[in-house]
């Protein structure tokens, strides 16, 4: 079946620093992308919608120039989270899916900020 | 904003027995959806449903649309250790997916 992959798994920095979180669609083209983020113990929380080609577009309360998201072809989209802080330790995930199809999870990016 | 009530939160049970968690809304969804997610990866998809009233089962796990569009339940028969994890009940909405709060299951041997 279609595979969502992120990259990295884990990721552990200092604080200030920016980190890159990839999320590729390996056997399909992902015209669009979602980006959630988990807390420990938490649900999903959806962070913003990316559309292959156009400026994300991000909920409620989720700071779009701490969390750039970049889709720019239909198999990767990019979530960074600039000048990095201790609260933004958490669990990414991706999601992808073609057209109105099935939505497709990677496997989360584990993020601690020192 | 939109909010799926997801319960029980957690469940400790015995193997062999069988369990039920369920999610409602006060919003109206048109695709309920549960999904499982064990430690440290992304939520995988156990069943979606598309209709009112829909009532489908994949192997041990069944789960229902509810008449009103605003719950489901999923039912897991005879747990195993390996259904041990974290449930999620999620709902489509204008395209994107609202999660509940989770159920975490313990499967005890």
């Known amino acids: 079946g279609a595979v969502v992959s992120q990259h990295p798994s884990w990721v552990i920095c200092k604080s200030g620093t920016s980190v890159k979180i990839e999320c590729r669609s390996l056997d399909f083209q992902a015209t669009t992308m979602f980006w959630y983020r988990q807390f420990p113990k938490q649900s999903l929380m959806l962070m913003a919608t990316?559309?292959?080609?156009?400026?994300?577009?991000?909920e409620q309360g989720v700071e779009k120039d701490k969390f750039l998201i970049n889709h720019a072809s239909l198999t990767l989209s990019t979530l960074t989270v600039t000048s990095a802080h201790p609260e933004d330790s958490s669990f990414y995930i991706c999601?992808?899916?073609?057209?109105?199809?099935?939505?497709?999870f990677g496997e989360g990016s584990r993020l601690t900020v020192l | 904003g939109q909010q799926l009530n997801q319960s029980p939160q957690s469940m400790f049970i015995q193997e062999g027995e069988d369990v039920s968690m369920n999610c409602t809304s006060s919003?109206?969804?048109?695709?309920w959806l549960w999904y499982k997610q064990d430690p440290g990866e992304g939520p995988v998809l156990l069943i979606a449903?598309?209709?009112?009233?829909e009532l489908t089962s994949n192997g041990r796990l069944t789960a229902q649309f509810g008449i009103t569009r605003k719950d489901s339940f999923l039912n897991i028969s005879a747990s195993i250790p390996s259904d041990v994890g974290i449930y999620f009940c999620a709902g489509l909405m204008g395209g994107k997916l609202i999660f509940g709060q989770g159920t975490e299951l313990s499967v005890k041997p």
């Open positions: 999601s992808a899916r073609q057209g109105h199809g099935e939505l497709f």
């Open positions: 449903l598309y209709k009112a009233g």
């Open positions: 990316s559309n292959e080609g156009s400026k994300a577009t991000y």
């Open positions: 919003s109206i969804f048109n695709t």
